[in-house]
């Protein structure tokens, strides 16, 4: 049974027509029937029954819940809720139980949401399709034997497979967008600082965002809304838009909207189904009445380099953490101090953690730092001009997501640098802070996988940038 909209949900449960524990036990009935998928980590039943309970009974005696009241939701693994496990889907942190929330989370929760369960995930985030997690591959709801992207599979395919209205992922470099086009669901990416990352197993500060896996912009919009803006726990954050992000009433007036779609990732290395369906979309959204034109952006081919120096060193750091002591895992062979570092981090990460651990250390190394990470950051701000300047002529960006559509699990597993190519088109925005989302478009002609558009706006635009996708979401057909 498909869900209603987000806000219908919340409303009616509000009104008492239908009960949270209805929608907990409907969410954790499609759990059960779609574990092949492997999609989840921990089940919450107990606590999201509980939970249930009492908003039922608020209800019951007349109190208002909220704007999510009973809405069930799935996080990410690395998104921490209070007293439940939170691995990361990394042997590292097997067995951490958190014994506080993510801002996030507490913010879903204080109007009303419902966690009902943990999703897989690439270790750390690190990956485009869950192999890399430490426990099992995620399988994509279309075709068991494809990836469903990463590293937000876990709750992409959730989404998809209906175990909940919504899922909140984590962004660094792609990780929502490119599952959410594998899967064939909406992803957001917000704006850089807009969304706390207080409470989540940090990846890279510099480009970590928290946003929604849904099956429309509407609800995307609406559950950001909850979400989105300043918290004191978090130092990078800001001031949400003071008109907010519920659709309707924002709405996009089509004929005059300037959009630009991406020369450069248009030519070389795109498989021809996607080019077919992005230029099938570009042409849905002219017949709708909008300026669609190419647009250069010439250092973007730069971006996926810049991307694994920076991000890897921005890891190396952030990893540096997990040393055994502090958090779970901790290796009982040590004869003292360094060697227990060094066996727990030995036997704990996995190969893509220790992979990025040595590339990051390397390039923030003396004698290194100048050729490597320096050069990156320069060329990162270039990026940020050159999306500054198109971004005065043009309202928004279009574009793949990803090169490809869903990849048969193990056809990328033993090669990192095919992997990485994956994210060509998916970093450049996070880089930048800009916001991006994923809606699907037409599927795939030879296989059938979804495809998704990939929206850019400039920074803070996220209201504009969900007011347009909505149209888009309208205009494109399949
Ligand atoms: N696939 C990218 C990477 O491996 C994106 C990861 C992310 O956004 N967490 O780095």
Not at 338 to 360: L, P, V
């Amino acid at each position: 049974m498909s869900w209603d909209p987000i806000a219908k949900i919340a409303n009616d449960v509000q009104a008492s027509t239908i009960k949270a524990i209805d929608l907990v036990e409907q969410s954790l009935a499609a759990i059960e029937k779609h574990k092949e998928y492997q999609a989840i980590i921990t089940v919450m039943a107990e606590q999201a029954r509980s939970r249930a309970k009492v908003i039922d009974e608020k209800v019951a005696n007349g109190v208002k819940v909220g704007r999510l009241a009973g809405v069930p939701f799935i996080a990410k693994d690395n998104i921490l809720v209070r007293e439940t496990e939170a691995t990361a889907s990394s042997n590292m942190l097997k067995g951490f139980v958190p014994p506080y929330q993510s801002t996030i989370v507490e913010r879903l929760e204080a109007e009303g949401a419902i966690c009902v369960a943990k999703a897989n995930q690439d270790a750390f985030g690190h990956g485009a399709s869950t192999e890399n997690s430490d426990f099992f591959v995620t399988k994509n709801p279309h075709d068991k034997t494809r990836v469903p992207g990463g590293s937000s599979g876990g709750p992409a395919a959730a989404v998809v497979l209906e175990m909940a209205p919504f899922a909140i992922g984590t962004d660094t470099g792609g990780s929502i967008r490119q599952p959410a086009s594998y899967v064939g669901c909406v992803g957001l990416r917000p704006t850089y600082g807009l969304t706390s990352r207080s409470g989540v197993v940090a990846m890279a500060s510099s480009t970590d965002t928290i946003g929604p896996l849904t099956m429309s912009v509407e609800d995307a919009a609406y559950v950001l809304d909850v979400y989105a803006g300043k918290d004191e726990l978090d130092g990078t954050t800001i001031d949400r838009d003071p008109q907010g992000y519920v659709l309707p009433p924002i709405t996009r007036h089509l004929p005059t909207t300037k959009v630009g779609i991406i020369k450069e990732w248009m030519g070389e290395g795109l498989d021809d189904d996607v080019r077919k369906s992005i230029e099938k979309a570009a042409a849905d959204l002219r017949a709708a009445g909008a300026s669609v034109e190419e647009v250069s952006l010439p250092s973007l081919p730069l971006a996926l380099a810049v991307y694994y120096i920076l991000i890897p060193a921005e890891v190396s750091s952030n990893l540096a953490r997990h040393d055994g002591q502090r958090y779970q895992f901790s290796a009982e062979s040590g004869k003292n101090l360094t060697e227990s570092y060094t066996h727990s981090r030995a036997k704990g990460f996995g190969r893509e953690a220790k992979r990025r651990i040595m590339i990051g250390t390397y390039v923030l190394s003396s004698g290194y730092y100048d050729a490597y990470y320096k050069k990156a950051q320069t060329v990162r701000t270039k990026l940020i001009n050159e999306f500054n300047a198109v971004f005065e002529k043009y309202d928004f960006l279009i574009g793949p997501v990803a090169p490809n559509a869903a990849f048969k699990i193990g056809e990328n597993a033993d090669d990192p640098l095919k992997m990485y190519l994956v994210d060509m088109m998916t970093v450049a925005p996070a880089l930048v802070g800009v916001p991006a989302i994923s809606i699907p478009v037409q599927p795939s002609g030879t296989t059938g996988m979804p495809i998704g558009l990939q929206i850019i706006a400039a920074q803070r635009q996220d209201r504009e940038l969900l007011a347009f996708a909505a149209a888009a979401e309208e205009a494109i057909h399949e």
